[in-house]
């Protein structure tokens, strides 16, 4: 008895001592330099259940300004468990753009991994991501909007609204999503016949980047399960037109085409490239039309002056059939870009942007172990009363006189660097074509429970719901 006593005694001990080393050592990771401040939570789990609490639309991440009080602006923590240190420094953010593909690559958490598939295209690097970037920005780029998209652009948002005039109420951010994916894929795709067109259609509007609502909602795991099967699927229609284009050697006048032509990508490049745009497109660029007309609604004073610049734009245009151009859009919407600009800022769209370190880095005299996750949190910056004033108060005016910029220091909503956003042209330009279209030929109103959180993506819990009718 004594004897068994003592042998439990022995093992309880050995393994609180083993417990206990494998927490200090999980708490404590080897560095050879000095680590930034900051906890690691538990084992294994680290601290993704709090870093993934969803928190209100006009608050940026309590996590990060939690710590970001109690550390600095530089900490180190754990999430997917990824060791990973959070910036939320602007002169850091730079650096680290600026050492963009030599100390820091971009890569992304497994999670997402899932969704996308496991794929090395999505974190493509060096000379492949400088022949992908090339041709996005060709494609989506002021050459590539002026000449090819922004007609069909103009034509679906045109359509678009006119199909759910006087319809009653609809869904706003799927309205959005439709027009954007239905003037993207034949420019992606030119050949496909009406039926295999559609089809592509309802997978890419399968495709949900706003996923995530808990990880212990049934919902959040039906959606990813569904974008799963979607991105499947994008990737096998690609790979058959692909396959049929080889065989055929036929030539169109499309992105495929393109990004086929190109010497250095292979397939796995040109199927990713192709299904990767609409994707980018389609989320961001919903939200960003469903936030820019929740605020303009709620802001009467904003309403008038678009609806007059827009107007205006009306009076002049010579042929009154003729859509919205590119001299317009460049010329005469400084309000509108304005509007645009706040709108970018309080939608605020990511919380993050996720790099990974290639070498041990000393920054501002902390180090960064190699092979530890960079979470640049960008967001936190448009939210600073230090840099805007009254940072919650939707104000385009505070853009008067300045240049539209997609970079600075203290405005990053889409990255920085090397892995600017190409498609942020597009994006500006698609939302001030919706506006035009809207203010000019409807009244609208918004249903009163359009609300908006960040899980921490933004989502709209009860839809983006409006209704519009003919002005007479
Ligand atoms: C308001 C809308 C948008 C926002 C706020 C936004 C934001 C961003 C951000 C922050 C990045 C950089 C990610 C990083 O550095 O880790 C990015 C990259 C990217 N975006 Fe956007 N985006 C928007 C719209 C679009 C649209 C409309 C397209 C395509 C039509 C697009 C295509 C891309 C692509 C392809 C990349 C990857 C670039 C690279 O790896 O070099 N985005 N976006
Ligand atoms: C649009 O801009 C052009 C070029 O600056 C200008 O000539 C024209 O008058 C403007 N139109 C309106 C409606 O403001
Ligand atoms: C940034 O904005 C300018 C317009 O101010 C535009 O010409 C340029 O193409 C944009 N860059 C990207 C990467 O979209
Ligand atoms: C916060 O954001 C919501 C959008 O969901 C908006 O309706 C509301 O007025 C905002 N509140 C403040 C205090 O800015």
Avoid at 145 to 170: N, V, Y
Wanted: hydrophobic content about 40%; overall charge positive; some cysteine.
């Amino acid at each position: 008895m004594n004897m068994i006593w003592n042998v439990s005694i022995c093992v309880t001990a050995l393994v609180v001592v083993l417990i206990s080393r494998w927490w200090y050592r999980w708490s404590n990771p080897k560095c050879n330099g000095k680590l930034p401040p900051g906890t690691m939570g538990l084992p294994i789990i680290g601290e993704t259940l709090d870093f993934f609490k969803s928190y209100g639309f006009n608050e940026t991440s309590p996590f990060i300004s939690k710590r970001m009080s109690r550390y600095g602006p530089i900490f180190r923590t754990n999430i997917f468990g990824s060791n990973t240190v959070v910036v939320t420094d602007p002169d850091v953010m730079v650096e680290v753009f600026r050492q963009e593909n030599t100390a820091f690559v971009f890569s992304l958490p497994d999670a997402f991994g899932i969704v996308l598939g496991k794929d090395d295209a999505i974190v493509n690097h060096g000379k492949t991501h400088k022949h992908f970037k090339q041709i996005t920005l060709n494609f989506l780029g002021p050459e590539g909007l002026k000449k090819k998209l922004i007609g069909g652009m103009d034509r679906a948002a045109c359509e678009g609204l006119r199909s759910k005039a006087s319809l009653g109420s609809f869904n706003l951010k799927e309205a959005a999503e439709s027009l954007i994916i239905k003037h993207l894929i034949p420019k992606l795709i030119s050949n496909l016949g009406a039926e295999a067109q559609e089809n592509l259609m309802d997978i890419f509007m399968a495709f949900n980047l706003d996923w995530y609502q808990s990880f212990f909602s049934l919902s959040t795991w039906k959606s990813l399960y569904r974008s799963f099967t979607a991105s499947r699927a994008v990737k096998k229609v690609i790979s058959n037109v692909l396959l049929s284009r080889k065989e055929s050697g036929e030539k169109h006048d499309d992105i495929l085409n393109t990004v086929m032509e190109d010497e250095v990508l292979d397939d796995k490049y040109v199927i990713f490239q192709t299904y990767v745009i609409p994707i980018a497109a389609k989320d961001t660029t919903s939200v960003m039309i469903s936030m820019a007309v929740k605020y303009i609604t709620s802001n009467p004073k904003v309403y008038l002056e678009l609806k007059r610049e827009h107007n205006a734009i009306l009076q002049n245009r010579v042929d009154k059939n003729s859509g919205v151009s590119w001299e317009e859009y460049k010329n005469n919407m400084s309000f509108t870009k304005m509007v645009i600009n706040e709108t970018l800022r309080l939608v605020n769209m990511a919380p993050v942007m996720f790099r990974k370190t290639l070498v041990d880095v000393t920054i501002q005299g902390y180090t960064i172990p190699k092979g530890w996750m960079v979470f640049l949190a960008t967001s936190l910056l448009h939210y600073d009363p230090a840099i805007y004033e009254n940072p919650l108060e939707f104000n385009p005016w505070r853009w008067e006189g300045k240049d539209v910029v997609n970079f600075s220091k203290s405005f990053m909503v889409f990255g920085g660097g090397m892995r600017l956003c190409p498609g942020a042209e597009f994006a500006r330009l698609q939302v001030a074509v919706v506006l035009h279209h809207l203010v000019t030929n409807y009244d609208f109103t918004m249903a009163q429970d359009s609300e908006a959180t960040r899980t921490p993506l933004v989502s709209f819990p009860n839809g983006m719901h409006m209704s519009i009718s003919p002005i007479n």
